[in-house]
């Protein structure tokens, strides 16, 4: 009797209803490669990722029985787990849309059983296939870890049919910034009087909530500066970028390395210009700069705002 009601149950569950209310399980997103021994290669945009076993190292994801691109998994010994990045909403597309050769123009090398490892992403883990299961309309495949390398950028995570960033939940914030703020007593000793010191606690604590803000781009800081910083100045040298991001030579370099390589950066005649796709993720940066910026700067007018800009752009000018 219990099992002929399950039954009912399940034939009353809606397919897109389902689905839609899978969407609230926020996941991550990320691009499973692999190659047979005829190198062919396979490559698609999946959030079925999940973890099974530390000890020994093993984790799982889905494949719909009726994908085309099943067969190569099926045939190749390894497969790779690429997690992406915030920054790249355009690789999942990519992989996520037919293509007679999905890596032609795409950034990658070769892990174990030559199963691609494309670059710049959040984290990749390399397995060697340890089994298959079937899992209804879907092939569940379990990978050993062979090799895995953290890059420590914020992921791109997928929420109820959209793309989605990681942001530190509003509880975990020290201080409330729709409260008044503590004003800082008169009688509280000659270094609450000293410029500097302000200015040094000012700027640290102003980071603490815009950096967070910042990295759920999944920029790095250094990248992230270059941009914003190309898409006011239009174009500079490298010794001008250095000037301007206030960041030591062999920060920049590796960062405007990586910006070409993820096709938002290109320099012509030692000059760096942003390119489409740059000014795209540079408005992106800034526009999340300002929302913050208001916020800490809700309770101040605009007069008293510029007065505090004209002051710092004098200090600037010193």
Not at 83 to 107: C, M, P, T, W, Y
Request: proline share 3%; charged share 20%.
């Amino acid at each position: 009797m219990g099992n002929t009601n399950t039954m009912e149950i399940v034939d009353l569950i809606d397919s897109k209803e389902f689905r839609r209310a899978l969407g609230n399980f926020a996941t991550g997103v990320t691009v499973m490669t692999a190659q047979n021994s005829q190198g062919e290669r396979v490559g698609m945009t999946a959030n079925s990722f999940n973890s099974v076993s530390l000890d020994p190292a093993l984790i799982l994801w889905s494949i719909d029985k009726n994908s085309a691109s099943y067969r190569i998994f099926a045939e190749a010994s390894h497969f790779a787990v690429n997690v992406l990045s915030a920054a790249q909403i355009q690789l999942s597309n990519h992989f996520a849309r037919r293509s007679e050769d999905k890596f032609a123009g795409i950034l990658f090398e070769a892990g174990y059983g030559q199963a691609p490892i494309l670059a710049h992403c959040s984290a990749t883990f390399e397995c060697e296939k340890y089994a298959v299961h079937d899992g209804g309309d879907h092939w569940i495949i379990l990978g050993q870890v062979l090799r895995f390398s953290d890059h420590g950028r914020a992921p791109l995570l997928y929420h109820q049919g959209a793309y989605s960033a990681v942001m530190p939940h509003p509880s975990l914030n020290q201080r409330s910034l729709t409260t008044e703020p503590e004003r800082v007593s008169s009688n509280t000793g000659r270094l609450q009087h000293n410029i500097y010191y302000l200015l040094t606690q000012a700027v640290r604590a102003y980071q603490n909530d815009y950096l967070p803000l910042q990295l759920s781009s999944g920029f790095r800081t250094s990248e992230a500066r270059l941009l914003m910083i190309l898409f006011d100045k239009t174009t500079l040298t490298l010794a001008e970028i250095v000037t301007e991001a206030a960041m030591p030579i062999h920060e920049v370099e590796p960062a405007s390395t990586i910006l070409m390589e993820q096709g938002l950066l290109k320099v012509e005649q030692e000059a760096y210009t942003l390119t489409e796709q740059g000014q795209d993720a540079a408005h992106l940066l800034l526009t999340l700069a300002e929302q913050h910026q208001n916020q800490v700067f809700a309770q101040y007018n605009a007069d008293e705002r510029d007065a505090f800009k004209r002051i710092l752009q004098d200090l600037m000018a010193i």
